[in-house]
T-cell receptor
Framework: GDSVTQMEGPVTLSEEAFLTINCTYT??????LFWYVQYPGEGLQLLLK?????DKGSNKGFEATYRKETTSFHLEKGSVQVSDSAVYFC??????????????FGTGTRLTIIP | GAGVSQTPSNKVTEKGKYVELRCDPI?????LYWYRQSLGQGPEFLIY????????DSGLPNDRFFAVRPEGSVSTLKIQRTERGDSAVYLC??????????FGEGSRLTVL
């Protein structure tokens, strides 16, 4: 079945450091890939997505590129801020039926940025 | 409200009791999902509604779990004869017929 493996945390970085959170996936077809973020006290929010190979998703300075050859979707940001402290989830969705965006999530990576 | 609303935010119950968790989706969203997130894990799919019908209930762990959405809006997740292993955060999400999922903050269930 489908699965997502992401870098275990917690990850602690200093402000303005470079961030990479690794994510690899296993899927039978051609999934869409997502990064979700959960800020303290809030619900999960979509951060970015990519729907086909070589697509790059980007938002709020974060980027991730859909790499079919390595089955990866690593999250990167060039200069993190304290406000980026959150839990990050990598996820995939395979088309099953119209409208069914059934997501398979990784275990999450807790990121803490210190000033 | 503007977002997905879930109640209660916290529920503590005893083993063997019956529990209902409510989800109020964003107005106009036809798709509704329930997920379960255990400690240290990512959310796991439980069930998907399109309108009033459960289009995919393949994630429900056993027949103690049931969900309804009688009028195509509010949904209730029902858990019978709760067990300690049911303790988790239950997440609800809604979307337009085919689009981005918007998640609620979840209902934290603790079974003693």
């Amino acid at each position: 079945g489908d699965s997502v493996t992401q870098m275990e945390g917690p990850v602690t970085l200093s402000e303005e450091a470079f961030l990479t959170i690794n994510c690899t996936y296993t899927a039978t077809g051609y999934p869409s890939l997502f990064w979700y973020v959960q800020y303290p006290g809030e619900g999960l929010q979509l951060l970015l997505k990519a729907t086909k190979a070589d697509d790059k998703g980007s938002n709020k300075g974060f980027e991730a590129t859909y790499r079919k050859e390595t089955t990866s979707f690593h999250l990167e940001k060039g200069s993190v801020q304290v406000s980026d402290s959150a839990v990050y989830f990598c996820a995939l969705s395979e088309y099953r039926s119209f409208g069914n965006e059934k997501l398979t999530f990784g275990t999450g990576t807790r990121l803490t940025i210190i000033p | 409200g503007a977002g997905v609303s879930q109640t209660p935010s916290n529920k503590v119950t005893e083993k063997g009791k019956y529990v209902e968790l409510r989800c109020d989706p964003i107005s106009g969203h036809t798709a509704l999902y329930w997920y379960r997130q255990s400690l240290g894990q990512g959310p796991e799919f439980l069930i998907y509604f399109q309108g009033t019908g459960a289009a995919d209930d393949s994630g429900l762990p056993n027949d103690r779990f049931f969900a309804v959405r009688p009028e195509g809006s509010v949904s209730t997740l029902k858990i019978q004869r709760t067990e300690r292993g049911d303790s988790a955060v239950y997440l609800c999400a809604s979307s337009l017929a085919h689009g981005e999922l918007f998640f609620g903050e979840g209902s934290r269930l603790t079974v003693l």
